[in-house]
């Protein structure tokens, strides 16, 4: 049978279509020739995600992302292709939004549950859940930043503002008369210093001598301090208190009144015969002065021995 050219250029035509079809399939990840299953997972932000980013487990891609819709609700669906339908996906799996790096964009990773055993079929939806990348997670950290930042910002602003308004015309003069003062001063110090080091310079060897009269003063001190060690001062002090103690033992005695000391400053009977018997004596010597032949007489005519008259005592 001969194949006439209309039929030839048919079928050049149709194969041209199909080939067409599976490189425009090709090109946007989908394969004509592998069966895959499709399954749904929904988002309130899809943070970026396009359309035939991979779909990951663990690492290794299982399928791409084939469409995203956004619904009536709101919510953006996003339809998974899974082309390997040998790995086992639970139904409470979660497909995981995240960044793989700071230059690649989004993809999707199944993060599966193993310890469910209900397996998802075509047209299932499974969990949503979305990781932060790195330049996600840097801004939610810059953020508090950026707010402490304009707080600092602004309570610097209020200083410099205050700032400004204190030193007005007249304190900004006070405080260049201040530090004219305080210059004033150090220059006089640093005169007053460098007289110092001419007087320590003059009188070097002065201080010199004093520093070593200090020394031998303080050698002399030292062995003044040794004989005094040698001189026994213990044995001294113990023979002082023995005989402070002895005193003492005397003062006692004469308070109490014992011996005659102590009766003569305690005993009045024996204090009143003293008296009296000074006050006898007294009377005698004064007797013996006025009338002295009653105790002594010569005699060189044998003249008798006058009789005593006993005189009234004179109080």
């Known amino acids: 049978m001969k194949i006439t050219r209309e039929i030839k250029t048919a079928i050049l035509v149709i194969a041209s279509i199909l080939l067409f079809i599976w490189g425009y399939s090709f090109l946007k990840g989908q394969n004509l020739f592998n069966s895959h299953k499709k399954l749904f997972v929904e988002y309130d932000n899809v943070e970026g995600l396009a ?18 819709v956004l619904n009536t609700n709101g919510k953006l669906l996003v339809e998974l292709q899974i082309d390997d339908d ?35 079929s075509d047209g299932d939806k499974l969990l949503s859940g979305i990781k932060l990348g790195l330049t996600d997670a840097l801004g939610q950290k810059l953020e508090p930043l950026q707010a ?12 410099i503002s205050n700032i400004n308004t204190v030193l007005d015309a007249q304190t900004q003069a006070n405080l260049k008369t201040a530090i004219a003062e305080l210059n004033k001063t150090m220059s006089n110090f640093s005169k007053v210093s460098k007289n110092v080091d001419d007087i320590l310079v003059d009188n070097k060897e002065k201080l010199g001598s004093a520093v070593a009269n200090l020394d031998k003063t303080t050698q002399n001190f030292a062995k003044i301090s040794s004989d005094l060690d040698k001189a026994n001062l213990g044995a ?3 023979n002082l208190e023995a005989t402070l103690d002895n005193v003492n033992k005397i003062m006692t005695n004469l308070e109490s009144g014992k011996g005659t000391m102590g009766k003569l400053l305690k005993d009045d009977a024996m204090y009143t015969n003293l008296s009296k018997a000074s006050k006898e004596l007294e009377l005698l010597l004064q007797d013996v002065r006025l009338h002295p032949t009653r105790y002594v007489n010569v005699s060189l005519f044998g003249k008798k021995e006058k009789p005593y008259v006993e005189q009234p005592v004179q109080k």
Request: cysteine-free.
């Open 51 to 68: 359309t035939s980013a991979p779909v990951t487990v663990s690492g290794k891609v299982i399928g791409k992302v084939n469409s995203i």
């Open 86 to 120: 040998q790995f086992p996906i639970s139904k409470t799996s979660v497909a995981q939004i995240y960044e793989p790096g700071v230059i690649a964009g989004k993809q999707i990773a199944i993060i599966p549950n193993y310890k469910d055993n209900n397996m998802t």
């Open 148 to 159: 402490r930042l304009d707080k600092v910002l602004a309570n610097a602003d209020a200083l």
């Open 236 to 238: 001294t002090v113990k």
